[in-house]
Nanobody, 120 residues
């Protein structure tokens, strides 16, 4: 049974870089055809797909966040990392990691999410 667990600081100061880790258990981040995504939900707003890293290591980003977003992986630890730079209070959200079974497909497995607040 594959499980995803997000971790990272719950409070980040404006202009700093937000860094979150998704640890995958019961499966591998290099398994063929899967994409490991980061998705966030700000208060009162819809879920927003931020980007993903493919089984191959290729990365894909939302155009609106691409300039500030970096997704990477550590295959030895089976982890996927999100970094979002130059954060503002508008980046406060619940951040989820999720597995997409294919490009363009809806996620089929989600982490529980982690709240990140951007505030001085």
């Amino acid at each position: 049974q594959i499980q995803l667990q997000e971790s990272g600081p719950g409070l980040v100061k404006p202009s700093q870089t937000l860094s979150l880790t998704c640890t995958v258990s019961g499966g591998s981040v290099t398994s063929n055809d899967y994409y490991w995504s980061w998705i966030r939900q700000s208060p009162g707003k819809e879920l927003k797909w931020m980007g993903a890293i493919a089984y191959s290591g290729a990365t894909y980003y939302s155009p609106s966040l691409e300039s500030r977003t970096s997704i990477s992986r550590d295959t030895s630890k089976n982890q996927v990392t999100l970094q979002l730079s130059s954060v503002t209070p508008e980046d406060s959200a619940v951040y989820f990691c999720a597995r997409q079974p294919g490009w363009g497909e809806a996620p089929d497995i989600w982490g529980q999410g982690t709240q990140v607040t951007v505030s001085s």
